[in-house]
């Protein structure tokens, strides 16, 4: 699996919270979150997002809570994978689960509005411009297999025998 976008660099301990306030997770409306993603650590996010785009955080991204409602504002906004230095674990396995891409690159110099492709299957990022490629944490089939699928709820229906009400 392949992905093409330009970045969206932010630091470390990137909360929950600063992915979406709390306040507008009671919602299911995926459009109402998509247009509150990150607006108290980055204001101008949701203006300057295109569909595709990546998302780069530092360490522990996606800490705080275990609110699913995080990766799914950032797939609702457009945003086509989020590439950290490392991840709080409840996060990445909700961004799995609701089919956005995650990847692990613990050594990088990825820039702002940088064009990068990422290969999830051989967990490698490409800086296109500067041809710079870093390793990132291969992630196993059955999770690719997932995301091809949009997510574990699809995952399951098409390969398991499942009863979903």
């Not at 295109?50 to 955080?57: F, K, L």
């Not at 995650?102 to 299957?121: A, G, M, P, R, S």
């Amino acid at each position: 699996m392949k992905l093409k976008g330009h970045t969206h660099v932010y630091g470390d301990n990137i909360d929950t919270d600063r992915i979406i306030p709390g306040k507008y997770t009671k919602t299911l409306d995926l459009s109402d979150l998509a247009n509150h993603v990150l607006e108290d650590l980055d204001p101008e996010f949701r203006t300057r997002v295109q569909s595709g785009d990546i998302v780069v955080g530092g360490h522990n991204f996606g800490c705080g809570s275990s609110r699913e409602q995080a990766p799914l504002a950032l797939k609702a906004a457009g945003v086509s994978a989020v590439v950290a230095r490392s991840f709080a674990r409840i996060f990445f396995r909700n961004a799995i689960n609701i089919g956005l891409p995650v990847i692990e690159v613990t050594d990088h110099d990825i820039k702002n509005n940088t064009e990068i492709e990422i290969d999830l299957t051989l967990g490698k990022i490409k800086c296109l411009k500067r041809e710079v490629t870093y390793q990132g944490t291969q992630m196993p089939d059955v999770m690719v297999n997932i995301l091809n699928n949009g997510g574990l709820v699809n995952y399951l229906k098409k390969y398991k025998s499942y009863n979903f009400v």
